[in-house]
Protein backbone atom coordinates (compact mmCIF):
# COMPACT_ATOMS: atom_id res chain seq x y z
CA UNK A 1 0.00 0.00 0.00
CA UNK A 2 1.58 3.43 -1.46
CA UNK A 3 -0.38 5.34 0.77
CA UNK A 4 -1.95 7.38 -2.14
CA UNK A 5 -5.75 6.87 -2.52
CA UNK A 6 -7.56 7.23 -5.65
CA UNK A 7 -11.34 6.67 -6.28
CA UNK A 8 -13.55 5.36 -7.97
CA UNK A 9 -11.45 2.44 -8.69
CA UNK A 10 -13.55 1.99 -11.45
CA UNK A 11 -15.75 4.30 -13.86
CA UNK A 12 -17.84 3.56 -16.56
CA UNK A 13 -20.09 6.38 -18.33
CA UNK A 14 -20.84 7.49 -22.29
CA UNK A 15 -19.45 9.72 -24.29
CA UNK A 16 -20.24 13.06 -23.92
CA UNK A 17 -20.75 12.70 -20.42
CA UNK A 18 -18.02 14.48 -17.23
CA UNK A 19 -16.53 12.55 -14.20
CA UNK A 20 -14.10 13.76 -11.38
CA UNK A 21 -11.32 11.85 -9.85
CA UNK A 22 -10.02 11.71 -6.72
CA UNK A 23 -6.42 11.67 -5.45
CA UNK A 24 -5.25 11.79 -1.42
CA UNK A 25 -1.80 11.86 -1.39
CA UNK A 26 0.46 10.21 1.47
CA UNK A 27 0.27 11.91 4.79
CA UNK A 28 2.87 15.41 4.55
CA UNK A 29 3.66 14.92 0.55
CA UNK A 30 2.70 18.47 -0.80
CA UNK A 31 3.03 17.15 -4.65
CA UNK A 32 0.77 15.57 -7.07
CA UNK A 33 0.66 14.28 -10.12
CA UNK A 34 -1.82 12.77 -12.46
CA UNK A 35 -0.96 10.34 -15.21
CA UNK A 36 -2.58 8.75 -18.03
CA UNK A 37 -1.70 5.38 -19.25
CA UNK A 38 -4.04 3.80 -22.15
CA UNK A 39 -2.30 0.89 -24.20
CA UNK A 40 -1.14 2.86 -26.91
CA UNK A 41 -0.10 5.76 -25.56
CA UNK A 42 1.97 4.75 -22.65
CA UNK A 43 2.21 6.06 -19.66
CA UNK A 44 1.45 9.79 -20.14
CA UNK A 45 1.99 13.10 -17.59
CA UNK A 46 -0.90 15.12 -17.30
CA UNK A 47 -0.33 17.71 -14.55
CA UNK A 48 1.46 18.26 -11.46
CA UNK A 49 0.52 20.55 -8.75
CA UNK A 50 2.55 21.66 -5.66
CA UNK A 51 0.95 22.85 -2.72
CA UNK A 52 -1.69 24.19 -4.15
CA UNK A 53 -0.21 25.15 -7.05
CA UNK A 54 -0.24 24.10 -10.83
CA UNK A 55 3.80 23.32 -11.03
CA UNK A 56 4.00 21.87 -14.65
CA UNK A 57 1.58 20.67 -17.20
CA UNK A 58 2.20 17.68 -20.07
CA UNK A 59 -0.24 16.27 -22.20
CA UNK A 60 -3.38 17.27 -20.84
CA UNK A 61 -6.58 17.90 -23.15
CA UNK A 62 -8.38 21.24 -23.01
CA UNK A 63 -11.55 19.22 -21.33
CA UNK A 64 -9.65 17.99 -18.72
CA UNK A 65 -8.76 20.18 -15.64
CA UNK A 66 -7.83 19.56 -12.24
CA UNK A 67 -7.09 21.51 -8.79
CA UNK A 68 -5.36 20.46 -5.69
CA UNK A 69 -7.44 21.81 -2.53
CA UNK A 70 -5.92 23.37 0.86
CA UNK A 71 -5.97 19.66 2.10
CA UNK A 72 -3.73 18.59 -0.42
CA UNK A 73 -6.05 16.37 -2.12
CA UNK A 74 -6.70 16.51 -5.57
CA UNK A 75 -9.32 15.93 -8.61
CA UNK A 76 -8.94 15.16 -12.00
CA UNK A 77 -12.13 16.31 -14.02
CA UNK A 78 -12.44 15.11 -17.23
CA UNK A 79 -15.35 16.16 -19.69
CA UNK A 80 -17.30 15.54 -22.88
CA UNK A 81 -15.77 12.39 -22.56
CA UNK A 82 -14.54 10.72 -25.56
CA UNK A 83 -13.83 6.84 -26.66
CA UNK A 84 -10.64 7.17 -26.68
CA UNK A 85 -10.42 8.81 -22.97
CA UNK A 86 -11.09 5.07 -21.53
CA UNK A 87 -7.78 4.98 -20.01
CA UNK A 88 -5.92 4.17 -16.33
CA UNK A 89 -5.33 7.58 -14.29
CA UNK A 90 -2.80 7.60 -11.91
CA UNK A 91 -2.22 9.94 -9.06
CA UNK A 92 0.70 10.18 -7.31
CA UNK A 93 2.82 12.19 -4.74
CA UNK A 94 6.24 12.74 -3.35
CA UNK A 95 6.93 14.60 -0.23
CA UNK A 96 8.32 17.55 -2.37
CA UNK A 97 9.76 18.13 -5.80
CA UNK A 98 12.28 15.27 -5.56
CA UNK A 99 12.38 11.73 -4.26
CA UNK A 100 9.96 8.84 -6.52
CA UNK A 101 6.66 9.14 -6.71
CA UNK A 102 4.06 6.99 -4.56
CA UNK A 103 1.31 5.81 -7.16
CA UNK A 104 -2.34 5.05 -6.17
CA UNK A 105 -3.80 2.11 -7.22
CA UNK A 106 -5.52 4.24 -10.15
CA UNK A 107 -8.70 4.56 -11.23
CA UNK A 108 -9.68 2.73 -14.70
CA UNK A 109 -12.26 4.78 -16.67
CA UNK A 110 -14.13 3.19 -19.66
CA UNK A 111 -16.40 5.58 -21.87
CA UNK A 112 -18.86 3.55 -24.11
CA UNK B 1 11.94 17.72 -24.59
CA UNK B 2 13.10 15.01 -22.55
CA UNK B 3 12.87 11.71 -24.03
CA UNK B 4 13.47 7.94 -22.53
CA UNK B 5 13.80 5.11 -24.49
CA UNK B 6 13.61 1.51 -23.17
CA UNK B 7 14.60 -1.10 -24.99
CA UNK B 8 13.18 -4.20 -25.88
CA UNK B 9 10.13 -3.53 -25.30
CA UNK B 10 8.89 -6.88 -25.11
CA UNK B 11 11.32 -9.82 -23.60
CA UNK B 12 10.74 -13.51 -23.30
CA UNK B 13 13.23 -14.95 -20.76
CA UNK B 14 14.00 -18.61 -19.88
CA UNK B 15 14.03 -19.10 -16.05
CA UNK B 16 17.21 -19.26 -14.86
CA UNK B 17 19.14 -17.37 -16.88
CA UNK B 18 20.59 -14.00 -16.66
CA UNK B 19 19.33 -10.68 -19.09
CA UNK B 20 19.68 -6.83 -19.19
CA UNK B 21 17.62 -4.18 -20.15
CA UNK B 22 18.40 -0.61 -21.06
CA UNK B 23 16.93 2.70 -20.39
CA UNK B 24 18.19 5.74 -22.88
CA UNK B 25 17.57 9.83 -22.08
CA UNK B 26 17.92 12.41 -23.84
CA UNK B 27 18.87 15.42 -21.80
CA UNK B 28 20.95 15.67 -18.60
CA UNK B 29 19.40 14.30 -15.44
CA UNK B 30 21.34 13.16 -12.35
CA UNK B 31 18.20 11.03 -10.61
CA UNK B 32 16.42 8.08 -12.34
CA UNK B 33 13.74 5.89 -10.73
CA UNK B 34 12.89 2.34 -11.48
CA UNK B 35 9.21 1.00 -11.50
CA UNK B 36 7.24 -2.19 -11.66
CA UNK B 37 3.94 -2.77 -12.69
CA UNK B 38 2.06 -6.17 -12.66
CA UNK B 39 -1.07 -6.17 -15.03
CA UNK B 40 -3.60 -3.76 -14.25
CA UNK B 41 -1.67 -2.74 -10.80
CA UNK B 42 -0.09 0.57 -9.90
CA UNK B 43 3.08 1.29 -10.12
CA UNK B 44 5.81 0.02 -8.06
CA UNK B 45 8.83 1.78 -6.72
CA UNK B 46 12.13 -0.25 -7.05
CA UNK B 47 14.77 1.58 -7.51
CA UNK B 48 16.13 5.35 -7.11
CA UNK B 49 18.97 6.52 -8.54
CA UNK B 50 20.87 9.47 -7.87
CA UNK B 51 23.93 10.03 -9.30
CA UNK B 52 26.43 9.24 -11.58
CA UNK B 53 27.87 4.96 -10.40
CA UNK B 54 24.87 4.46 -8.97
CA UNK B 55 24.49 1.11 -8.00
CA UNK B 56 21.40 -0.32 -6.08
CA UNK B 57 20.70 -4.06 -5.77
CA UNK B 58 17.25 -5.62 -4.82
CA UNK B 59 16.79 -9.98 -5.09
CA UNK B 60 17.65 -10.60 -8.65
CA UNK B 61 17.83 -7.32 -10.20
CA UNK B 62 20.38 -4.66 -10.07
CA UNK B 63 20.32 -1.28 -11.57
CA UNK B 64 22.92 1.11 -12.36
CA UNK B 65 23.08 4.65 -13.85
CA UNK B 66 25.79 6.29 -15.69
CA UNK B 67 24.91 9.91 -16.26
CA UNK B 68 27.14 10.82 -18.64
CA UNK B 69 26.26 8.34 -20.74
CA UNK B 70 22.62 8.85 -19.67
CA UNK B 71 21.69 5.23 -20.06
CA UNK B 72 20.56 2.89 -16.88
CA UNK B 73 21.05 -0.59 -16.82
CA UNK B 74 18.64 -3.28 -14.95
CA UNK B 75 20.44 -6.56 -14.44
CA UNK B 76 18.31 -9.76 -14.21
CA UNK B 77 20.27 -12.96 -12.45
CA UNK B 78 18.84 -16.12 -12.87
CA UNK B 79 15.27 -15.08 -13.83
CA UNK B 80 12.32 -16.63 -12.14
CA UNK B 81 8.52 -16.38 -13.12
CA UNK B 82 7.60 -13.74 -9.96
CA UNK B 83 9.90 -11.55 -12.18
CA UNK B 84 7.09 -11.30 -15.58
CA UNK B 85 6.19 -7.53 -15.45
CA UNK B 86 6.38 -4.77 -17.38
CA UNK B 87 9.31 -2.40 -15.73
CA UNK B 88 9.23 1.23 -16.71
CA UNK B 89 12.40 3.61 -16.44
CA UNK B 90 11.65 7.44 -15.62
CA UNK B 91 13.99 10.34 -15.38
CA UNK B 92 13.32 14.04 -13.92
CA UNK B 93 13.46 16.81 -16.41
CA UNK B 94 12.37 20.75 -16.38
CA UNK B 95 10.43 20.82 -13.46
CA UNK B 96 10.78 18.19 -11.46
CA UNK B 97 8.36 16.32 -13.98
CA UNK B 98 8.91 12.92 -14.03
CA UNK B 99 9.53 11.41 -17.72
CA UNK B 100 8.52 7.73 -18.07
CA UNK B 101 9.64 5.18 -20.88
CA UNK B 102 7.62 3.04 -22.44
CA UNK B 103 8.10 0.46 -20.68
CA UNK B 104 9.40 -3.20 -21.23
CA UNK B 105 7.15 -6.17 -20.44
CA UNK B 106 9.55 -9.22 -18.79
CA UNK B 107 7.97 -12.58 -19.32
CA UNK B 108 9.56 -15.23 -18.02
CA UNK B 109 8.91 -19.29 -19.54
CA UNK B 110 10.00 -21.97 -18.00
Redesign the interface.
Known amino acids: D?GVTQTPKHLITATGQRVTLRCSPRSGDL?V?W?QQSLDQ??Q?LI?YYNGEE??K?NILERFSAQQFPDLHSELNLSSLELGDSA?Y?C?SRPQ??????????S?LTVL | ELKVEQNPLFLSMQEGKNYTIYCNYSTTSD?L?W?RQDP??????LF?LLSNGAVKQEGRLMASLDTKARLSTLHITAAVHDLSATY?C?V?G??????????ITLSVRP
Open positions: SSYYGLFQRAGLFADTGELFFGEGR | RYYGKSLESVFATANSKLTFGKG
